[in-house]
């Protein structure tokens, strides 16, 4: 065919493009002359045998499309605009996913990692070096590619949807993101497997912020709030406190507020377990789901079995068909206040349920499934309780996924005045009153006494002092403390001294004092030393928490 002929043909086809022989330009078209400014070196990395790509001349990028016309090779280039194109679309989205703020993940029918954005880089603290054209399995360290989620949603077709785990691991901590996982089927056939992640961190470390900003400046706010719609009252917000151990406490709990895992809660009786466990499910993604508590030492044990897992008619003697607290709870979360005073068989079937995941109501046959994050609160040290068998094992580490222990408030010294000022706010305006604070005298003597009933009892302690004051008054005075507090409070030979818990004050510094002590002999070998103490080790961390003991 004449050379001549076959140029004259496409020249009336396209405007642009290049014949060749596979290794050297033939013929250059006029128009594309003009766009290289016949400057023919831009055209020495072309691959004239190349597949559809794309070409930068002179600034500008075109689309290419080979051809093969016997014994010619045809180049054509398109100037991008025409967003149809298949690969000016590929080129856009490439873009557009290298740029997104959210992490993604692609992963070929095989398992092999293809795409990985700059978000997820940033996200997993890992480089798409180390990613890109490995196995997914082999890019996150699993020893079974079976327990990849990519390939599990390659095999099922069902894709994971708002996850919140840790897959990566940097500096020896996991790192935790909220993603989803979906399939890609073409012609029923599953093509591949895509992520999306979330990067919490940065949403969260700002809603710590704020929630920090309002426990500080705007506790004044002390009027009565309305209930959530969730069945909550409390956030993490509400919490009144600035001392060090409290502002970690804080921190710690909100962590652990977006994980699934269970929380076991530790404190003495009114240290605020139940506004921590509120504040926890507030501050995750449970938020829009019930917040159900119960109190298990309020209920009857012949009674807890039905309230917890519901009961069919004709179980027993008036029973009706009902839904317990598990089926409520939904997908929400239940809290289980006191757990310590459960009895060993109802822990027992307790276990059962949480093990499987599953229960059935009482005198039925069909199970539902549990599907609300377990929150449980304890006065007592959990340890102490497996050794004496009040607590069983299996059920302790069962709800421990995370352990908090919240500090009494004699441990919370700096915090006492704080909690002060807010009921005092508070019982001013129930009590039309104008106290604007405490004189030193009472300050000295709340200082140096130890709250055993923690804040339950200064909120006690303030409001009968407060019905006592005058209205003309503006601190609170020694002289207005009821007689019987003062008989709690002071020494009947020296009001400066306490009275009660003198006992369990020499005890405590009795028992910091003797683990200290043993922690030094031992050389801070913890296991040493909870067997020089004669108590096992996990009774001795907690103790070590308790009296704020580090090395």
């Excluded at 996991?174 to 919490?200: A, F, M, Q, R």
């Amino acid at each position: 065919m004449d050379f001549t002929y076959i140029v004259k043909v496409i020249n009336n086809i396209f405007n642009l493009f290049i014949v060749s022989d596979g290794k050297r330009i033939l013929y250059l078209s006029d128009e594309l002359r003009k766009i290289a400014n016949d400057d023919l070196k831009q055209f020495e990395s072309l691959d004239f045998n190349a597949k559809n790509s794309y070409y930068v001349i002179s600034n500008n990028l075109y689309n290419i499309r080979s051809y093969k016309i016997e014994p010619f090779n045809l180049i054509v280039f398109e100037p991008i605009g025409n967003y149809d194109d298949t690969l000016t679309k590929a080129i856009c989205l490439e873009e557009i996913v290298e740029n997104l703020y959210d992490g993604v993940l692609l992963s070929d029918k095989d398992g092999k990692v293809v795409i990985y954005n700059k978000a997820m880089e940033d996200l997993e603290r890992k480089s798409k070096d180390q990613m890109i054209g490995k196995y997914i399995w082999d890019a996150y360290g699993y020893s079974d590619k079976n327990k990849s989620e990519h390939m599990q949603v390659l095999k099922t077709r069902k894709p994971i949807v708002n996850r919140y785990k840790a897959h990566a691991v940097h500096n020896g901590k996991p790192v935790y993101k909220s993603y989803s996982t979906y399939p890609i089927i073409l012609n029923n056939e599953t093509i591949g497997v895509y992520s999306i992640s979330k990067d919490e961190t940065k949403l969260q470390n700002l809603l710590s912020e704020i929630v920090e900003l309002k426990r500080n400046y705007f506790s004044e706010d002390t009027q009565e709030k309305d209930t959530f719609n969730n069945g909550t009252k409390f956030t993490f917000s509400d919490i009144i406190g600035s001392s060090e151990v409290m502002k970690n406490l804080i921190k710690e709990a909100q962590a652990l507020s977006w994980l699934d895992n269970s929380i076991l809660l530790v404190g003495d009786t009114g240290t605020g377990k139940e506004v921590f466990a509120q504040s926890i499910h507030n501050f995750g993604k449970r938020k829009q789901h019930p917040f159900i508590g119960i109190n298990c030492s309020a209920i009857p044990e012949n009674l807890l079995e039905t309230i917890l897992f519901g009961s069919v008619k004709g179980a027993y003697t008036g029973a009706v068909d009902s839904s317990g607290l598990f089926e409520e709870a939904g997908e929400g979360t239940l809290f289980l206040d006191e757990l310590n005073t459960m009895p060993l068989n109802m822990q027992t079937k307790l276990l059962r349920a949480l093990q499987e995941k599953s229960a059935r109501r009482v005198g039925g046959k069909e199970t539902f499934p549990i599907k609300c994050r377990i929150i449980s609160a304890m006065n007592e040290d959990p340890y102490e309780l497996v050794e004496k068998g009040r607590l069983r094992q299996d059920l302790f580490y069962r709800i421990s996924g995370y352990n908090l222990y919240i500090p009494p408030l004699n441990k919370r010294e700096s915090d006492i005045f704080e909690i002060s000022d807010y009921y005092i706010k508070k019982f001013n305006k129930t009590m039309n009153k104008n106290i604007i604070g405490i004189e030193n005298s009472l300050k000295e003597i709340m200082r140096k006494y130890t709250w055993p009933g923690n804040i339950r009892e200064l909120e006690h302690f303030i409001e009968n002092i407060m019905v006592r004051s005058l209205d003309n008054e503006k601190y609170l005075r020694l002289d207005n403390i009821p007689d019987y507090l003062k008989e709690i409070i002071f020494n009947e030979n020296n009001e400066s001294d306490i009275k009660t818990n003198d006992i369990d004050s020499a005890i405590n510094e009795l028992e910091k004092k003797m683990i200290l002590e043993s922690l030094e002999k031992n050389k801070w070998n913890v296991t040493k030393t909870a067997r020089n103490l004669n108590i096992s080790r996990q009774s001795l961390i907690y103790r070590m928490r308790k009296h704020n003991i580090e090395r």
